[in-house]
């Protein structure tokens, strides 16, 4: 099974001891388990400074450039920081990550400047609900940002960070709502998972996050190996979504 | 052998699962899980003494899959958990016991602590849905008794603060960890050997709740010997029940 990863992640990790800091460290554990192509944001952007974080993540792509596919961070909390968006673009961006919670940019109207943005230079949004699944982290709720990805119809939406529940049905109903919303996987820790949201949603839009490093890349992978679904659904939520939906980006 | 240390049976409303002996048993042969040592719903959210039956009634069916934890609910510590667990352990030969806060209601009371030393007298280990202050103090008062945290940590309660649990683990040897966990934070568990050894953590799945393959993952995938994966699937386990390898 040939795995993309839409949930990569670079960078020192303040939360607790991780061995893989760098682009190459990500990148052996990608090996180990089997992934040969993941979408990574900085780790230095979630936690402490976005701007430095970018650079630190423009920089670990351009070094491997056929493994990691760079997500920059933008917190809209400063003013202009849409502009900076064709210059992410310049420097090999193929979408955006917004931390909502993480970043108290839970208003919708937050995200606008950003979304038209991405809008204008083809990029990918991944709303981030939850960064890893770990209680002691922020949720937002994915219904308020409807209005968003109604208002940007041409913007692909990636709605990364959803578990089991309520949450996950929210997301499901944007899904088969919009079509231009995406789910990834990583956060989707209960009993036969994968196969509910293929039950219930289109398996097309559909993206293997395993969260690497932070998470262990094995039960990513595994959840999807072990879901009862057609051998195409999960071909397709493997890598063959993620590869249709990079085509979007510029 | 690989024994799931945290298995749910029976329906729940709450979380939309309905999970019979059968069901689990297919999801245990599924995944290669061996013994399942098995907690009732009804028994901890609803009818202890009801639950504790219908359990019992599955481990006659399956001795050589299931083992049963005698449940016990906070409202139930001072209601007759004493008797309980000496009626389940004769009639149905029950290895241990779950605590469980419901209501949602201090788990740590002054009628937990003889649970826990009828629990000790049975040589019974407890899976306490817990925080780690909960089970420590519960360690300091009872220091005979194997507390199991269930989660090690990684729940709402405890604000998924494991790192608070391998501390508390580190300083009373009758605290054991249990996997179980949405949370799959790489480098968790060899951190957690580093700190205090194969020995005492205890695998786990919460099935029918959680994606199975997952947890075996969490423990299959970490970067720790092949010695130290035995011992946490099933190896301790086996240990402190006396089962046969």
Redesign the interface.
Known sequence: MTVWDFSGFVGAWG??????RTGADVIA?MDA?GIARAVVGSTRALESDWRLGNADILTAAAESSSRLIPFVTIDTTLPGTAELVAEYVDAGAKGIRCYPSHHHNTLPSQLEPLCAAAQDHGLIVTLVMRA??????PVAAVEPFEGLVAQFPDVQFVIHGL?Y?QEAWNGIRLLNTYPNVWLETS???????IARWVAHADGDRILLGT?????????????L??AEISAADTEAIAHRNAQRLLAYST | MIIDAHVHVGNSTAY??YASIDDLLR?AD??GIDKLFVTDFTALIHDMREGNDTLGRSIRQHPDRILGYVSIPTMNFENGALEEIDRCVHEYGMRGIKIYSYPKIPLVRPSVFPVLERAASHRMPILAHSTAEECEEMASRVPEAFLMMAHSG???L??????RAVQAAERYPSILLETAS???????LE?TISRIGPDRIIFGTD????????Q???V???AISQADKDLIFGGNMARMLALDA
């Open positions: 939360y607790w001891p991780l061995k893989e554990l388990h890893i699944m770990d209680w002691s982290f578990n529940g956060c989707l820790q209960g009993l036969g998972g969260g690497v490093p932070l998470q262990y890349p094995a039960c990513g992978i595994a959840k190996e072990k | 939309n699962f999801l599924d995944n990684n729940t709402a405890a604000r998924g603060d494991w790192l949405s949370a799959v934070n790489n480098g968790s951190y099935m029918p709740l959680l994606e199975v393959s997952v075996m993952a969490r299959s995938g970490a």
